[in-house]
């Protein structure tokens, strides 16, 4: 450094700007927001009066456009543009910072009329670059004092400018990506008209394909799934897009009441049927009269409840509690159940000729993990209806965090991913939700396929993974392992044996 250059001993500052702006990139990303928070720090730090951001922008005369400025009027800020158009071209050109150490003897610029009138004194201007690609540059100068940027401040410039222009980028890449997930999810709806089911997948694309085809049809439909899978939102997709969607939809969950509820919440009662039937009550099935009923969770239905469900699909006549008149009913009915009705009826358990009655088409909702690719879509679409009001501060996800949003197994599915973000909206402290925000378990399970296991330790592996993943559930389980329950109980029975 030449000794007759002013000296500007502000290492501690540096360093404090420096960790400032890296924290910066992992909290802030909102361009706009972005480059106004650089900016600041870079003034604050070099004790400049007036500043600038610019982005290049080749449709603009001038080759770049002003993103952010501080301390300039509207009007001051055409002329400062003009002022330093040459200090930025030059910039953006070799890539390489220019420092003015006093303006007015400094012989590039002691001529120029713009800077004797405004008595510019200092002026600093670095480039942001990514790689070898000019991105724009920061703008600084001082009216009251020479020297106020002075050699001894490059390196910081460097280092501030290269912070500055990986924060930028990374900042432009989640606003694409956050704008490129909410076409799609448009997209999607517009293609399948089903606002609330999210997807793209291959498995999400043949159950709108199905739906499709049932809309116009009065047939019984038998959704199937795992809890969680969104069952009951492809009920309401069929109801609200097809014929009867200016009619009533009724949900009814038939695995938490005892038969005599049951039977009089479906079919209603008359006065006095039995100790607190006070008057006479309608029925679900005829409230839901020329619209849709929707049985959820039927795989629980009694026996008994089975065959008085049998009796109304097969005659579209109910019966009130305790009453003799009998009542007609248009009624479509559509129902849902986490459990293999085929298995059931193995079992006995379950009549078949209500399944078949209940089953003219099925619609299998897939498991979260059969869906991956569809979870940074769902993700963003619960963070859209989670982060509102005080919360919209929060705009999207940090790498990690996404990666493990599409490594956890979900046992819950739809419902847990849910719940997931809606929780981490509540604990996020910065506008970027992080992997500890999740309040999620790392994934742990070891390779069922590592070399050197047999093909029987390989396979308890498996189903051993595969029952913990579903929380001990049996049912799921040999589901998701495509076997029978009694197979499964039998190999878990072989493995607790001592002498296995």
């Not at 456009?65 to 009007?75: H, L, M």
């Not at 004092?145 to 290269?162: D, E, I, Q, V, Y």
């Not at 009624?331 to 159940?337: D, K």
Request: net charge negative; charged share 30%.
């Amino acid at each position: 450094m030449n000794a007759s250059e002013p000296t500007h001993d502000a290492s501690q500052t540096t360093f404090e700007a420096l960790s400032e702006i890296g924290l910066t990139i992992n909290t802030i990303q909102d361009p706009d927001v972005l480059l106004e928070k650089v900016l600041a720090i870079a003034m604050e730090t070099l004790e400049a009066e007036r500043g600038f951001v610019l982005l290049t922008a080749r449709d603009r005369p001038e080759g770049f456009e002003v993103k952010s400025s501080r301390n300039v009027t509207e009007e001051q800020l055409g002329a400062l543009v003009r002022i330093s158009t040459s200090v930025v071209h030059e910039v953006l050109h070799t890539g390489e910072p220019i420092l003015v150490f006093e303006a007015l003897k400094d012989e590039r610029y002691r001529e120029t009329e713009s800077i004797v009138v405004q008595q510019i004194q200092s002026i600093a201007c670095v480039p942001l670059r990514i790689k070898n690609r000019q991105i724009g540059a920061i703008y600084l100068d001082s009216l009251t004092k020479r020297g106020r940027f002075t050699r001894a401040s490059l390196p910081f410039l460097h280092a501030f400018a290269n912070q500055a222009a990986i924060a930028l980028e990374n900042a432009r890449l989640y606003q694409t990506l956050r704008e490129e997930n909410r076409r799609l999810r448009s997209e999607v709806q517009r293609l399948h008209g089903f606002d609330e089911i999210i997807g793209q997948s291959r498995p999400m694309r043949e159950v709108f394909e199905t739906i499709t085809r049932v809309l116009d049809t009065d047939a019984t439909v038998l959704i199937e799934g795992e809890s969680g899978t969104g069952k009951e939102l492809a009920a309401r997709a069929i109801h609200y897009n097809g014929e009867r969607k200016n009619k009533p939809f009724v949900a009814v969950f038939c695995g938490s009441l005892p038969d005599d509820l049951l039977e009089s919440e479906l079919f209603g009662h008359k006065r006095g049927a039995f100790t607190g039937a006070v008057s006479d009550k309608r029925g679900l099935f005829e409230v839901a009269d020329g619209g849709t009923i929707f049985l959820d969770e039927v795989g629980d239905l009694s026996p008994r409840m089975q065959t008085v469900l049998l009796r109304v699909l097969q005659s579209g006549e109910i019966k009130r509690v305790g009453d003799t008149q009998i009542r007609r009913v248009d009624v479509r009915v559509l129902s849902a159940t986490n459990k293999s009705l085929k298995e059931l009826i193995e079992s006995g358990d379950f009549r078949e000729d209500l399944y078949y009655r209940l089953n003219t088409l099925t619609i299998t909702m897939p498991p979260l993990r059969l869906r991956r690719n569809d979870i940074p879509l769902l993700a963003h679409h619960f963070l859209d209806k989670y982060a509102r009001g005080k919360r919209d501060y929060i705009k999207g996800f940090a790498p990690e965090a996404l990666e493990l949003l599409q490594s956890y197994a979900w046992p819950g599915n739809v419902r847990e991913l849910e719940n997931t973000i809606e929780r981490a909206v509540v604990l996020a402290r910065g506008t970027f939700i992080r992997r500890e925000d999740l309040r999620l378990p790392e994934p742990i399970a070891a390779d069922p396929f590592e070399p050197g296991l047999t093909l029987k330790e390989i396979e308890q592996r498996a189903v051993l993974q595969t029952l913990k993943a579903h929380e001990g559930n049996i049912s799921e389980t040999a589901r998701v392992l495509g076997v029978s329950r009694r197979w499964l109980h039998y190999k878990l029975k072989e493995w607790e044996s001592p002498d296995r």
